[in-house]
């Protein structure tokens, strides 16, 4: 839908220019939730999920103007986190420590190894 708005406003020039002006205003997204985390998360906050749906549609903006779909990359942001996530699963498997009972800094070091693996890196 943050796509479909934003390309219909575009078409009638309300729209940065380039996707630098798109790409400012997703940094000045990011400073605003930073200043709404201070406060907390969770539902009360509201101000903070303001800003958080406010990025997101700002971020949006540059997969637009980048000349993407942003659903399909979420899909393949989803598709390859689960991908990494169930190697890592497999991993602990076979490890004397299994994924429910390890570390967060043993799953985060499973993940970086994943990931290597995937890039061809030893």
């Not at 000045?28 to 958080?52: K, M, Q, Y």
Request: hydrophobic share 40%.
């Amino acid at each position: 839908r943050a796509y479909k708005l934003q390309k219909r406003c575009a078409q009638v020039g309300f729209d940065w220019p380039g996707i630098a002006g798109s790409w400012d205003k997703v940094k000045e997204e990011i400073a605003e939730v930073d200043a709404e985390l201070v406060h907390g998360t969770g539902p009360e906050n509201t101000a903070l999920a303001e800003e958080l749906g406010d990025l997101m549609f700002a971020l949006v903006n540059v997969v637009r103007k980048a000349g993407l779909q942003p659903e399909t990359l979420l899909r393949q942001a989803n598709q390859k986190f689960e991908r990494r996530f169930r190697a890592v699963e497999q991993q602990l498997a076979d490890s004397p420590t299994p994924v429910g009972q390890a570390s967060l800094e043993q799953m985060e070091q499973a993940w970086q190894q994943v990931k290597q693996q995937e890039w061809g890196k030893p």
